[in-house]
């Protein structure tokens, strides 16, 4: 038998070329409305959010853009991401605000980022901003969310509900066989029965209705328009949850993939293994979320503390964080300068693929929220300071991009609220302390 | 003479003097008289409301939609703003999120005041009373017999499908959350039975404009009942119910919200520093420069019940360990270690530059960009904030350059620049007016910070208005407490923030409240009365009466 | 109402009743824009608290100080504890490498117990880390280079440096102790992994160390006091994280880190003279800096900061203490208990001849800060250029000028 293991990136391509790949993308032009931005009924296209996780920050030296806005140059450290620098936001300068707590390395950063808040027990990280922003969007899909890591450690993966973290899939493999595996069910099949709680809402709502005579008849003309106003948008809700209670849309350009042959992912600490990894699992996310199986994917491409190496070195990324000088001349710390090269080429790559996928006119990147993040600002200290931010894609209109945002001691927390406000989460604030925020950046926002 | 407004802002203003006057006067035409037919609640009024009726164990989470500033204040902007659709979904969610709290297991006890005969089958009569109860309060007056009995159906009809009768109260009281008659102030027409053929507005309208002007929040029991009663159509009702206003704890909610909106702290909300120039200027700073102020305000008009004027030189304040740091001075915050930071009330000598109002971050830093200051910026706030004038917008085309080059050794402050600037003689005009009240206040860097020199050189705040010659910081609050318009604008911002529209100008019930803020040497306390015991406060708005003449 | 409550807060009337002419002063220099161009004024006090605390590496120069190169970082110092259980090089090897370098016996308790448990005591196993004698010295190759930072304690001469700033003489046997391992390899303003993370703590959490200094005339040459104190609270951090400038800190009364010192101020230098220095501290920092012939040598920046060096001679078992109680830090803990004992240079024990003290130097920075007496009384003013004046050049970073590179006249 053709054993299958995912220890090189060869074998993996093989393994997806021989059939397993054939997921026709993206969703069929005919059904979406002229523009591509809608569904041919007139309902439009959900948002989607992609997390993504690198481990330990981005290096020492001056990696903030000397201007913010449009015309901003990338510095040395994102400069590969060149070509697609018209879709992406980068937000500099955010941090986390310790609040006279300590500073976890690997945990109290990303808490601050990614729940608002920080506190030094591990039991307290609930709540993410995936699971939040994934609330409002997911809808029936079948799956609320997907957790994925590329190292191999199924805990690396940051999004939590109140129930705490949740376990990443470590193996594309595996993850094959949840998306498409038996359990599978082709959208045009799928039976469809209508979710009661939906339904008592809308006939509830109803009643708030029915009074627009009463209360229109006693309003002066002038104001009427503007009353009318709350009756209008009282319709739009309503409409709204009248689309829940229909089947929706069938999606023909999802086709069952026939399933691989292979071992679940053996774990591995060699960077080029995960990186492998990485674009396997990329391509299994593409269409996923092309599919509408799932509208929230988080993916972390190392843990924290990424314990990647290279192929006949024992120093790990992290250690490399801590004892390696920072190279006088050049200002950064080499080696760990290769390793932060090494993801950000894998997030090029993953959203380089999104971008090739055509969904009406735009493209299935433009089309989602790709939000990349980190544990630390600067790797050698640990601090969580200065922030490196990506967000590419603009959620289908939601977003601007192409963007420097200059946080400047801001709390970093003011993106992921930006990010909420954007999706459409209804809150006035996110975070506690001194990370919390009631302002979104405006200038990213459409 | 009238203050001739102008416009600022270190994006220059290149206006010749003609055009500037011109733009003035015809900006300066009275108010058209708003209609207001209903005035949607704002975000404040409708936590505030929530808090008082159910009480602080239900927290009002979720998001607004923003509220819109006319006339500088958002209370005259909720009486024209309409409903989105997505701020619809969001008070929908805000419904569902409050009836829900109020059904919890935690909080059913202390908050219905009924209990269904068995949990898993609907119980009108306990709907019922839950309903109208808590309606009478959201709706602010007494819902019919039929739209209680709507909502006891859709209580039953719900407890029928879940088999959870406290769902079916959730859904009705969600309902009632949602309804234009809780997010709207309607002001409602009866006939006037003391004069005949006229219109007044209902008791229920005046109570509710009362209690949102005083409390910002929805009128209690006490009003709803005398409302009920008649009372406040007679003077010796309504004063009774002013005077029980004026004297509950509950007026310094409401003096807070009405400094809030006038002062734009909403602004806070988008402001940043650059965290590398102004270090000290940290998150919890911003909070506390708005709580500072607020603090400041309380203490001098309800507590020393002093003259309004006075907020711009009172040297009485209070403060945190990082406002202090802030500020540059030292205060021992005596709280142990790793406690939160404590408020200190504190005095400064009387004639320190950083006395009053205008000295205080929540006013120099709010009306500065984050990197360096603007006088012009500042002189357009405090005319348009504190003065109630209007700066018209700067032309395009203008030429920065002289303001912009920073690192041209010739010009170190802000005045040098201002002054190269000044010299296109297209500028001058406008700007001799704006920037000397942001240049007397150069002491203050854009977080706040005091400083008296700018890259080296000496900081220069003399400067004169209208002839009225000041050296310093200290000297401008004196010379601008001496304002008439100092006075008459908190009168027309308070009046606008209690019926969303301003006052007539020629007016003589206007004028009486203006004498009686006068009279008692601009006692806050005493201007509120004023204005809620006028006539004037009362009056149907013009179109509302004229769509009721054109009806018959 | 809510004033009521203010009013019951006594202290800050104290305040505000003592702070007006400080801030009259503050104005005055302010105004004249400098600190050297001050006519001649009554005695004045000026506070700091020490935002920056670590040992002074030299690491610029680990060529010259460290040649053989033989020490490794973390995987090296496990591969060494691993073999010291029995694995041979190449099994250790192997298994350190499968994890990346990090800490192989995480997961393994049995291992880790194995590791930690291979020390004795009264004949019996024992940890390591409370028995560190008790097994055997890796030898670490300590620092051969000319060059640290320091001061003369009269050490033997064989074992001086020469120190970078002044040229002198100095002994700092801790340095050469730990110069050459991975974890104290940092050029500041990066401190020494260990100490980063413990200074990082205990900036949230434990009492601010303060410096007061007195004289006639500090922005002249002239004599002056230095007092030491520990604050009542930890330090307040601004928006950027540091710790924050012009912040007031109330004394601790009857602190066992009172230090009263005396020394003098030469063309922007301020150098303390040797005495007796005592700062209560904790883990996971050091529990304490205890120098016999404490000194100190700081540079006045031009932006108010004190920034140089702290020196004398301590104990170098409480030193090491804070490895031992937190082992594995990415230190080689057991390397570094036995490059101390040997480097060790001052208070030979009368019966055993092994030296107790071990001469030290620290890096420090201090920050303008206004201190205050728990009465409310400022004794210390905080001299400092508020906002984006004259020490920041616009656009670009603060200027750490230090005024001893101007003119000055005596």
């Known amino acids: ?446 | 003479m009238k203050f001739i407004l102008m416009r600022a802002a270190i994006t220059c203003l290149c206006l010749s003097w003609a055009w500037c006057l011109s733009v003035v006067t015809a900006m300066a035409a009275p108010d058209a008289q708003a209609s207001t037919t209903w005035i949607k609640l704002t975000t404040k009024q409708y936590q505030q409301s929530i808090r008082d009726i159910f009480g602080s164990s239900i927290v009002v989470t979720g998001r607004f939609e923003p509220d819109h500033r006319d006339q500088g204040l958002l209370a005259v902007g909720a009486s024209r703003a309409g409903v989105s659709d997505a701020g619809l979904e969001m008070y929908d969610g805000l419904a569902r999120n409050i009836s829900g709290q109020i059904v919890s297991e935690r909080n059913r006890t202390t908050l219905i005041p009924c209990s269904p005969k068995k949990t898993n089958v609907s119980d009108d009569a306990c709907a019922k009373r839950v309903i109208a109860d808590a309606g009478r309060l959201l709706f602010r007056r007494a819902l019919t017999k039929d739209e209680v009995q709507l909502q006891v159906d859709i209580a039953r009809n719900v407890t029928k499908a879940t088999g959870d009768f406290y769902d079916g109260l959730a859904a009705a009281l969600s309902n009632l959350l949602i309804s234009p008659d809780f997010l709207f102030r309607f002001q409602r027409l009866e006939a006037d039975r003391s004069h005949p053929g006229k219109y007044r507005l209902d008791g229920y309208s005046k109570a509710a404009n009362l209690s949102f002007f005083l409390w910002n929040s929805t009128p209690d029991d006490q009003l709803l009942a005398a409302a009920e009663r008649g009372e406040l159509h007679t003077a010796a009702g309504l004063q009774r119910q002013v005077d029980r206003l004026l004297s509950s704890p509950n007026l310094e909610t409401g003096v807070r919200a009405f400094f809030l909106d006038m002062l734009g702290f909403d602004k806070f909300e988008t402001l940043s520093k650059d965290a590398n120039f102004f270090p000290r200027f940290t998150v919890k700073v911003k909070e506390e420069a708005q709580e500072q102020t607020l603090r400041t305000i309380v203490d001098h008009l309800l507590v020393r019940q002093g003259d309004y004027r006075e907020l711009l030189t009172t040297p009485q304040t209070f403060l945190t360990a990082s406002l202090a740091a802030l500020y540059g001075l030292p205060l021992a915050d005596l709280t142990d270690n790793g406690q939160p930071d404590r408020w200190y009330p504190y005095r400064y000598a009387d004639d320190d530059p950083r006395v009053g109002l205008l000295a205080q971050a929540s006013f120099v830093a709010l009306h500065s960009p984050s990197g360096r200051t603007s006088p012009t910026d500042r002189g357009k706030a405090l005319r348009e904030v504190l003065l109630c004038q209007t700066v018209p917008p700067p032309p395009a085309n203008v030429e920065f350059q002289s303001l912009e080059d920073i690192s041209n050794p010739k010009f170190k402050t802000t005045r040098d620049r201002l002054t190269a600037h000044r010299s296109d003689a297209v500028c001058a005009g406008c700007h001799r007016i704006t920037d000397p009240i942001g240049l007397a206040l150069e002491n203050f860097d854009s977080s706040g910070g005091f400083r008296t020199t700018e890259n080296g050189a000496a900081i220069d705040t003399s400067g004169d208005i209208r002839g009225k010659k000041f050296d310093k910081p200290r000297e401008l609050y004196t010379v601008l407490s001496t304002e008439p318009s100092l006075t008459s604008c908190v009168a027309k911002r308070a009046y606008g923030f209690g019926t969303g529209r301003m006052p007539p100008e020629k007016d003589e019930h206007w004028a009486a409240i203006l004498e009686r803020f006068k009279s008692s040497n601009y006692n806050m306390v005493a201007l509120l009365e004023a204005i809620a015991t006028s006539d004037l406060f009362y009056s149907p708005p013009e179109k509302l009466l004229q769509a009721a003449a054109s009806k018959e | 109402m809510r004033r009521v409550a203010h009013l019951n807060t006594a202290s800050g009337h104290r305040v505000r009743n003592l702070d007006m002419r400080m801030v009259v002063s503050i104005t005055a220099i302010a105004i004249a824009n400098g600190l050297l161009i001050q006519p001649a004024v009554a005695a004045e006090t000026r506070g700091y608290v020490i935002n920056w605390f670590a040992t002074a590496t030299h690491s610029t120069a680990n060529k010259e100080n460290c040649p053989e190169d033989r020490n490794g970082g973390q995987a090296e110092f496990q591969i060494r504890n691993l073999m010291a259980v029995g694995f041979t090089k190449e099994e250790a090897t192997a298994k350190v490498f499968a994890k990346g370098g990090q800490e192989v016996a995480l997961e393994d308790k049995a291992l880790s117990e194995r590791i930690r448990m291979r020390g004795r005591s009264k004949g019996k196993p024992a940890s390591i880390y409370n028995y560190p004698d008790t097994v055997e010295d890796p030898n670490l190759e300590t620092v051969t280079g000319k060059y640290a930072y320091g001061f003369d304690l009269g050490g033997k001469p064989e074992n001086k440096f020469i120190d970078i700033d002044t040229g002198r003489k100095i002994d700092n046997q801790l340095w050469r102790a730990v110069g050459c391992t991975f974890s104290f390899n940092a050029v500041p303003p990066a401190r020494p992994y260990p100490e980063d993370l413990g200074w990082e703590a205990m900036l949230n959490s434990s009492p601010a160390w303060l410096i007061r200094v007195s004289g006639e005339d500090l922005n002249r040459n002239g004599k002056v006091t230095v007092i030491l104190d520990r604050a009542t609270r930890h330090p307040r951090r601004d928006a950027l994280s540091n710790v924050m400038s012009g912040a007031t800190y109330v004394i601790e009364p009857d602190s066992r880190s009172h230090n009263v010192l005396q020394g003098e101020i030469r063309d922007g230098v301020l150098t303390v003279f040797p005495g007796d220095i005592y700062l209560e501290a904790e883990l996971p920092f050091y529990t304490e800096i205890s120098l016999r012939k404490g000194q100190m040598r700081l540079k006045l920046e031009r932006d108010g900061r004190l920034v140089g060096y702290m020196g004398g001679i301590q104990d170098w078992r409480r030193w090491v203490y804070s490895f031992t109680a937190r082992p594995n830090n990415n230190a080689d803990t057991i390397g570094i208990f036995h490059a101390l004992r040997k480097m060790a240079d001052f208070d030979p024990d009368p019966v055993t001849g092994e030296n107790r003290a071990i001469s030290a130097t620290y890096r420090m920075e201090a920050v303008p800060a206004y201190l205050v007496e728990e009465n409310g009384a400022v004794v210390a003013n905080a001299v400092t250029t508020l906002g984006p004046a004259s020490s920041v050049a616009p656009g670009g970073q603060p200027r750490s000028e230090s005024i001893a590179s101007l003119k000055t006249d005596d």
């Open chain 1, 1 to 446: 038998m053709n054993k299958f293991k995912l220890t090189r990136r060869g074998v993996l391509r093989g393994m997806m070329a021989g059939g397993a790949c054939t997921v026709g993308l993206p969703l069929l032009d005919c059904l979406l409305d002229g523009n591509g931005l809608a569904y041919a009924d007139g309902s439009p296209i959900p948002p989607r959010l992609v997390t993504w996780f690198w481990g330990l920050g981005i290096g020492e030296g001056a990696w903030i853009p000397k201007t913010s806005g449009k015309d901003y140059e990338l510095p040395r450290q994102f400069k590969m991401l060149q070509p697609l620098k018209h879709k992406f936001n980068l937000f500099s300068g955010g941090q986390v605000f310790l609040e006279g707590g300590s500073n976890t390395t690997h945990f109290t950063g990303v808490q601050g980022l990614m729940t608002g808040k920080v506190s030094s027990a591990a039991s307290d990280y609930t709540r993410s901003l995936d699971t939040i922003i994934g609330d409002h969007i997911s809808g029936s899909t079948r799956f609320r969310s997907i957790e994925i890591a590329c190292d191999g450690n199924p805990t690396a993966c940051w999004s939590a509900r109140e129930t705490g973290r949740q376990p990443a899939e470590v193996s594309p493999v595996a993850l094959y066989a949840r998306l498409f595996g038996a359990e599978f069910k082709d959208p045009n099949a799928a039976e469809f029965t209508p979710d009661p709680a939906i339904v008592m809402r809308r006939s509830v709502l109803s009643a708030v209705s029915e009074q627009r005579l009463r209360i229109m008849k006693s309003v002066p003309a002038d104001d009427k328009a503007r009353l009318d106003s709350y009756f209008t948008s009282l319709r739009a809700l309503e409409q709204r949850l009248e689309i829940q209670m229909k089947k929706p849309e069938p999606l023909e350009a999802c086709t069952v993939p026939s399933a691989p042959q292979g071992d679940e992912a053996e774990p591995s600490t060699l960077a080029v293994d995960a990186m492998a990894r990485h674009e396997l699992f990329g391509e299994l996310v593409a269409h996923a979320l092309a599919c509408g199986q799932t509208r929230v994917v988080n993916m972390c491409i190392t843990q924290g503390m990424s314990g990647l190496r290279r192929e006949g070195d024992p120093t790990s990324h992290h250690t490399y964080t801590h004892e390696e000088p920072i190279d006088p001349q050049l200002g950064y710390q080499v080696n760990c300068a290769w390793f932060q090269d090494l993801y950000l080429n894998a997030l090029l790559q993953f959203a380089t693929k999104l971008d090739s996928i055509k969904e009406g006119d735009q493209t299935l990147l433009d089309r989602i929220v790709l939000f990349a993040y980190t544990d630390h600002g600067a790797p050698r200290l640990h601090s969580v300071l200065d922030y490196p931010v990506l967000i590419f894609g603009n959620g289908g209109g939601r977003f601007k991009t192409g963007l420097h945002i200059a946080g400047r001691g801001d709390p970093v927390t003011r993106v992921g609220f930006t990010l909420q406000q954007a999706m459409g989460v209804p809150a006035g604030d996110w975070g506690s302390g001194a990370n919390r925020v009631t302002a979104p950046y405006l200038e990213a926002m459409v």
